[in-house]
């Protein structure tokens, strides 16, 4: 008796979108193509296309699962009271949390660099939530919770610069839980490296 053999299985829209977003990250979104993606996957272009109708769509799913996480954050963060200091801190550690769980689609925003439309509008949505982060550090300087010396704009680059930094050394298998890395951040940012002597 013959077993039967079995096929390659079938790709749905998520694992299509997984495998995608990993070779953005390793190739470049420029230097994939649908060809690269088709023969990563064993199916064919015309499967691929079954899902979706363009590379630049599975780019769009892409960069829009970071934003939307980020934005969840943000919604959430307008919702509690209190000190902007704490919110800022909320948001801050949503962000990390965020980052962690979506880590191929947050270092897939970071590395858009603006060549297609679905670029620039990723772009503008990161600079929508940029100026949201800019809006609490203004809030909380002027609260008297954070130094007005430094420009708000500045305080908040410097800020998520750090915790976009994640992209580069941050892997789930290797180290520190996703909460843990949160928790390390905002003990820098929000009460420094000093020790209190």
Not at 2 to 12: E, H, I, K, Q, V
Not at 102 to 122: C, D, I, M, Q
């Amino acid at each position: 008796m013959t077993t039967p053999r079995r096929g390659r299985p079938g790709y749905d829209l998520e694992s299509l979108l997984q495998v995608a977003v990993k070779l953005f990250n390793e190739r470049g979104y420029d230097g994939t193509s649908m060809e690269d993606l088709s023969r990563k996957l064993g199916i064919t272009k015309s499967a691929i296309y079954h899902h979706v109708p363009s590379k630049e769509e599975l780019l769009r799913l892409a960069v829009d699962r970071a934003l939307d996480g980020l934005f969840e954050v943000a919604a959430s963060t307008d919702q509690l009271d209190g000190r902007a200091i704490d919110r800022l801190e909320h948001l801050v550690r949503g962000s990390v949390l965020v980052l962690a769980d979506r880590l191929p689609f947050v270092t897939l925003l970071l590395r858009v660099r603006g060549n297609t439309k679905v670029e620039r509008a990723a772009l503008a949505r990161r600079r929508e939530f940029d100026r949201l982060v800019t809006d609490l550090v203004k809030q909380a300087a002027a609260e008297g919770d954070i130094r007005p010396d430094v420009d708000p704009a500045v305080t908040a680059r410097l800020v998520f610069g750090m915790v976009n930094s994640l992209i580069e050394w941050y892997r789930p298998r290797r180290g520190s839980a996703a909460a843990e890395v949160a928790d390390a951040v905002c003990k820098v940012a929000f009460e420094g490296l000093r020790t209190g002597s």
